[in-house]
């Protein structure tokens, strides 16, 4: 594949061609994922529910982010890593800044940052010094106790609307992708279509110009999934083949499908 840059994101956006993410928290994993053809890996903050046994991700630090994403990246996987800033750590653009360095450090090629307007100014100021941004609006699990839960979000005109605005400002603010999280398909559309940057989904629909799934759910060993996952072990008889399975699945629009999406 050769090393994934934000430019071969932002080729397959306007060729219209579907790429994939998958989240991966060491090296193993992350060798496997690159060699399915995956473009980009995820070290998402979601290892405090997947690998530490929390119930949100609100407990994971920084150094937990740090220590993953360096397990990640000594497998020097041609996928572009993105690191999650977790909780708290992007309160402000200073603090903001140093943990975002400290995550590039530690090998990532962006960082990921839940929220939408009130991130503008630290995504600019991480932008304007080379740290490629990665926003993620919809449902934000760091917020999971301001929402009252695992919800849908934007089903309602005004919170659609705030969405979108969310998304154009954050790209005016000079993010290279967008996560758009557990939100109806058709919002999630539209948002792919007028943006300019690459939106990745989960929960989202098909229409949007990637997606991305927990490297756990896709492989049947989660306890409880969302409605939007499914099983790619399902057939198989290799991590590798369920893996390649997703990519392949995701690449040709096999996935996701009606049963997945919300409306
Ligand atoms: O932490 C994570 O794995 C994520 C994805 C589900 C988008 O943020
Ligand atoms: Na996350």
Redesign the pocket.
Known sequence: MGKVTISTLDKMKANGEKFV?I?AYDATFARIISDVGAETI?????????LQGHDS?IPVTMEHMAYHTECVCRAAPDSLVIA?MPFMSYTSPKQTMKNATELMQAGAQMV?M?GGTWLSDSISMLVERGIPVCA?LGLT?QSVNQFGGFKVQGRTPKEAKSILADAVEIQDAGASLL?L?CIPAELATDISSKLDIPV?G?GAGAGTDAQ???MHDLLGLSEHTARFVENFMAGQTTIQGALGAFVKAVKSGEYPRDEHTYN
Do not use: A
């Open positions: 993410c989240t995820l070290v998402g903050d979601s290892l405090g529910m997947v991700t999650d990921k839940e993620h699990p996560v999280e990745i989960i991305v799934l927990v």
